[in-house]
């Protein structure tokens, strides 16, 4: 029994120290900045999930920044637990719909956050971002919203967190999957559900990348002359196959990634 526990505490340290990791990883690629989140589904405890208290990700330090919430109803564990951020339903419900999803990330991004706006779809442009698909979902929260909602295009309750969840869909051959692993807020920026930390980061980056490069094509179709070619998307074979295949080198980004954030005087990982 005490090695058993001895293994439980170690996968939750990792965890621990991987969700830090993760926090600095994404401000440095500009992913989050002051504000924005990401957390993971407690590996021992499959219905509470992990996030930092309320504060900017790059700052995040020790697992004492770290609080455990039920996915319930988004409440800490701990009552006495530090304030934690207001849009945590966001990942309460998220994690409720879709069984399978393991950890979640919330960002702003500036490049994303046209096509949340624009009626123009945000498409898998390059073999990075296959995930994307044709056509990532766009959640507009007034369609959520009661009259006596505070309009700040803030998921600051349970239902609105759920019509958000259930705006990735469903996987139709894999149960507790959703069915997109991004979905776009209109306003406001995206979220991504993945089955781990390392994937939701790396996929997080390369959703905002994929979102520059189809807005450098873009600009560049507007002032093609007359009889171009169309922006070459990729296609569904493509989609299915580099979703595949960049899964499978996942480990090699977040190798780099957290050299990188290792390695700089701003971070500071204690877990």
Known sequence: MAASNQSDDTKLHQMQHDLISA??????????????????????KDDVFVMSRNMAPGTVTSPTDLVEYSIKN?????????RGFL??????????????????????????????????????CFHMAGFLG?????????????????SDL????????????????????KEGHPGSNV????????????TSIQDCVMKAIYTEKNATIQTTALLQRATSP?????????????????????????????????REVERSEIYENLA
């Open 74 to 82: 988004a409440e800490p564990l701990d009552p006495a637990a530090p």
């Open 226 to 258: 007359s009889g171009s070619p169309p922006i070459c998307y990729l296609s569904e074979k493509e989609i299915h196959d580099t979703t595949w295949s960049i899964a499978e080198a996942s480990h090699r980004p977040w190798a780099l990634w957290l």
């Open 183 to 194: 979905a776009l807020m209109r306003g406001h920026g995206f979220t991504i559900l993945s």
């Open 87 to 124: 849009e945590r339903y966001i990942h309460s419900e998220c994690y409720k719909k879709h069984s399978a999803v393991r950890s979640v990330v919330h960002s702003h991004s500036e490049a994303v956050v046209p096509y949340t706006i624009s009626g123009v779809p945000l498409r898998a």
């Open 23 to 44: 926090c600095h990883i994404l401000h440095h690629h500009h992913i989050l900045d002051a504000f924005g989140h990401i957390s993971f589904r407690h590996p021992l």
């Open 154 to 173: 803030l998921v600051r309750n349970k239902r609105l967190g759920a019509s958000l969840a259930a705006a990735f869909g469903s996987h139709g051959g």
């Open 134 to 150: 044709n056509k990532v979902p766009v959640w507009d929260i007034i369609n959520a919203q009661k009259p006596d909602d505070i």
